[in-house]
């Protein structure tokens, strides 16, 4: 059960899907971490502090990595980690190759996913690891209110059977998959309806404010969560 309530996590799967990740992946203090699309740095703070390993935490968002660096130093573990605002699109890590690639909160959707796990895998050691976890349809009957909440015309989610297919596709063996529990969204969306409180920042914006307070009702009250799950994978480069 994922417990913890009180975090930045940004998406369904929380701290316990991060610390996953590490283990699978046998994370030390001589490993090096790409946190593709950090947010507010949480998983690269837990993935610090839990192995003390060397983290890159990567984000478009001017704002997030700011917050992410607070972060870090209230953590006490700015020294492990380094934070870059860039496009993870325009980015190159090909010379010092990492040994997990952690892409957490839907980012592969939001870049896409083919090319989300391409670049993970140009970017790992032989036999390095990546870990992600995504917004899926459990099947093609989606209910149209529900479909029009989560998809437009820019995103067209995976299903799981779907997801397999582009791990293989890319170049992974997939060593783990799970769907994050239900109590996994009661937390998500506990900490979107604190950060819809914000006066200025991007929750401050009534159009973001609509829209998730849309999607939470849409998930609960017409039973969203019956069509729609959170998809965690653990894949390791092929050999």
């Known amino acids: 059960m994922v417990t913890d309530v009180i975090s930045n996590y940004t998406s369904p799967a929380g701290r316990e899907f991060t610390l996953a990740a590490g283990r699978f ?6 490993s090096r971490v790409l946190d593709m699309g950090c947010g507010y740095g949480e998983g690269a703070c837990t993935m610090a502090a839990e192995f003390r390993c060397k983290v890159v935490g990567a984000d478009s968002s001017r704002e997030n990595i700011a917050f992410a660096k607070k972060l870090s130093v209230e953590r006490q573990v700015s020294h492990l980690i380094t934070f870059e605002c860039k496009d993870i ?10 040994d997990l690639v952690i892409a957490e909160g839907g980012i ?18 032989q036999r390095g690891w ?18 029009a909440v989560f ?8 299903t799981e059977a779907s997801y397999r297919r582009l791990i293989d ?29 914000d006066d200025k920042g991007f929750f401050a914006d009534k159009r973001v404010k609509l829209a998730f307070h849309r999607e939470i009702d849409v998930f ?13 994978c653990i894949a390791r480069k092929k050999a």
């Open 25 to 30: 992946a046998a994370v030390n203090p001589a």
């Open 89 to 98: 699109l325009k980015a190159d890590y090909s010379e010092k190759p990492f």
């Open 108 to 125: 592969l959707s939001f870049i896409g996913r083919k090319k989300g796990l391409s670049l993970g895998a140009a970017w790992l050691a």
């Open 130 to 147: 990546i870990a992600f976890s995504d917004l899926i349809f459990f099947n093609e009957h989606v209910p149209d209110e529900v479909r």
């Open 151 to 158: 998809e437009d015309l820019q995103y067209r989610y995976e």
């Open 169 to 197: 596709e890319t170049g992974f063996d997939l060593q783990f998959v799970s769907l994050v529990p239900l109590s996994g969204w009661d937390n998500y969306y506990a900490h979107m309806a604190k950060r819809l409180e």
């Open 220 to 232: 609960y009250r017409l039973e969203g969560f019956r069509y729609v799950g959170y998809l965690f």
